[in-house]
């Protein structure tokens, strides 16, 4: 059973910092890429982050940049979202997923995991 598991999340002030953590398991084909995407309450889920399996490239949405970081550590089986400077329009639940490109289309993604609550609030 594909599994894709997040944690991390919680509340925070804005200024704060995150760390969310992605472990897949199970039986997943050879994937290109594992993102991380969000979903604000009454919004549709957007990119956030990506890393490519196998060179470590990286792709970032315009609304984080400077301010978030994807990684990986293959040891691990673990990629983590480093967020820093959180900003109230965070909010949302984060979703690892698994795909086969290197894009912030969650089209291009097959397996997602269930979602870490991440608010941002004073």
């Known amino acids: 059973q594909v599994q894709l598991v997040e944690s991390g999340g919680g509340l925070v002030q804005p200024g704060g910092s995150l760390r969310l953590s992605c472990i897949p398991s199970?039986?997943?084909?050879?994937?290109?890429?594992i993102a991380w995407f969000r979903q604000a309450p009454g919004k549709e889920r957007e990119g956030v982050s990506c890393?490519?399996?196998?060179?470590?490239?990286?792709l970032y949405a315009d609304s984080v940049k400077g301010r978030f970081t994807i990684s990986r550590d293959n040891a691990e089986n673990t990629v983590y979202l480093q967020m820093n400077s959180l900003k109230p329009e965070d909010t949302g639940v984060y979703y690892c997923?698994?795909?086969?490109?290197?894009?912030?289309?969650?089209?291009?993604?097959?397996?997602w995991g269930r979602g870490t609550q991440v608010t941002v609030s004073s």
């Open positions: 997923a698994t795909g086969r490109i290197l894009r912030l289309l969650a089209y291009d993604y097959d397996y």
């Open positions: 199970g039986f997943i084909q050879d994937y290109y890429s």
């Open positions: 890393i490519s399996s196998t060179d470590g490239d990286t």
